[in-house]
């Protein structure tokens, strides 16, 4: 299966990708200057001049930024997943719930809004002027390049989630899914850790041959990275459970000491924990209490 992939920067993590599949665009990059001015650049006069449509994986913000920004994809025929039409048409509004959903899990943490300022910028947006012409759901097919793809749903990291999958070359794109750090990845407001496995046992179910993800070059290891992450979620299981066994806990201090993570990434793993408790507290296995002074397990 054929495909083009280019990354761009993203505001403090790293790199996302957009991928050129014939004359559709895979994702659109993130929605802040540092990507969305690259983006514009390389559609205006560069390797992604011509295409002629838009098909995203999912809402989250460095995967339709351009067609948030750039007048000339907000333009184009979108195809997005069902369910993410009403995200993306108020997506000032979904960007200050986001901004507000960290604020209130990180209290105690004193993250300033300067952070959410460079992560989730808020200003006038696309939205209602972005060309939506089909909402995709699970066992649609979409053309690609020529060939015939099937959507598969997969929400977990975020919902809705797509993926699209090439049986005859045995291809999946597999947006943010599988992440290769082989660890669930969070999102405010969309995310879930029960879906997430069981997106990740439908796809190993699928047995690829490749995954084309959307942060990180291909992975011609799909059973063995699924695998690993698989694997990753029942051992952060086990530790959460066995610490909650000990006793109440407050779950910054399972991060820092459990975790032993106490630089910058004390944060995000924070609210990573926090999704995996409210899937461990759906199970009845705990208790999720967000207070000023952080998130207390009980
Ligand atoms: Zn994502």
Do not use: K
């Not at 899990?105 to 300033?112: D, H």
């Not at 990291?157 to 899914?177: M, Q, Y």
């Not at 461990?280 to 207070?291: D, I, K, N, P, S």
């Amino acid at each position: 299966m054929q495909y083009e992939r280019f990354e761009f920067q993203q505001p403090e993590w790293g790199e996302v990708n957009v991928l050129r599949v014939g004359d559709t665009l895979v994702d659109t990059g993130h929605v802040a200057p540092v990507s969305r001015d690259a983006v514009r650049e390389a559609v205006e006069d560069g390797p992604l001049a011509g295409v002629e449509r838009v098909l995203h994986t999912h809402p989250h913000i460095d995967h339709v930024g351009g067609s948030q920004t750039v007048d000339a994809l907000a333009e184009l025929p979108h195809l997005v997943p069902a369910g993410a039409v009403d995200l993306l048409y108020g997506y000032t509004d979904y960007l200050r719930r986001a901004r507000e959903e960290m604020t209130r899990l990180l209290a105690g943490f004193g993250a300033t809004d300067s952070q959410w300022d460079r992560y989730f910028p808020i200003e006038s947006y696309a939205e209602e002027r972005i060309e939506v012409t089909r909402e995709l759901t699970d066992g649609d097919t979409v053309e690609l390049g020529g060939e015939s793809l099937t959507v598969v749903s997969t929400p977990g990291h975020a919902d809705p989630h797509l993926a699209f999958h090439h049986e005859p070359s045995g291809t999946l794109f597999s947006g943010d899914l599988v992440d290769p750090s082989g660890r669930f990845q969070y999102g405010p407001l969309l995310g879930d850790v029960g879906a997430y496995v069981e997106s990740l046992r439908r796809v190993r179910a699928l047995d690829p041959d490749v995954l084309v993800p959307m942060h990180g070059p291909a992975m011609d290891d799909p059973d063995a990275r699924i695998e690993r992450a698989l694997a990753d979620v029942e051992r952060t299981v086990d530790r959460l459970l066995t610490h909650r066994a000990d006793g109440p806990f407050l779950v910054r201090e399972f991060v820092v000491e459990e975790l032993g993570i106490d630089d910058f990434r004390v944060g995000y793993v924070t609210l990573t924990m926090y999704e995996y408790l409210r899937y461990l507290e759906r199970r009845g296995e705990c208790t999720v209490r967000v207070a000023d002074d952080g998130i207390h397990v009980e």
